[in-house]
């Protein structure tokens, strides 16, 4: 069994992010994204694209979310967001909050 180091990955990225996908699996299938957000850092936009799905959740720490909806995303709670519909995240905590994004094709058939 391969693991792969996505938090630490994305503590040295310059992004703050470390993708899980195609490059480790073969597959275009799916993928999944560990994220680390910063104090004042600025927003997080999640914009599947045509053909995708994202589900986020709030890994570390809290959110504040605008764009297709807005609110508030708490530590352990997740959404969901498709095709062309733009969400942006915004950490709310003092202290570095992460997020996972776990994504693939949706139904519409999209091809590479």
Not at 11 to 35: K, N, P, Q, R, V
Not at 94 to 103: E, F, K, L, N
């Amino acid at each position: 069994m391969n693991t792969f180091d996505l938090k630490n990955n994305a503590l040295i990225s310059d992004s703050g992010e470390s993708i899980f996908g195609m490059e480790h699996t073969g597959s275009h299938a799916c993928y999944m994204i560990y994220g680390v957000l910063k104090p004042g850092q600025e927003k997080r936009v999640i914009k599947p694209g045509k053909g995708h799905e994202e589900m986020v959740l709030a890994v570390k720490g809290n959110f504040e979310i605008s764009g297709r909806f807005s609110g508030e995303l708490r530590e352990g709670c997740a959404f969901h967001v498709a095709g062309e519909d733009t969400v942006t995240l915004q950490s709310t905590d003092t202290t570095d909050a992460c997020y996972v994004i776990a994504g693939g094709h949706s139904q519409d058939g999209h091809h590479h």
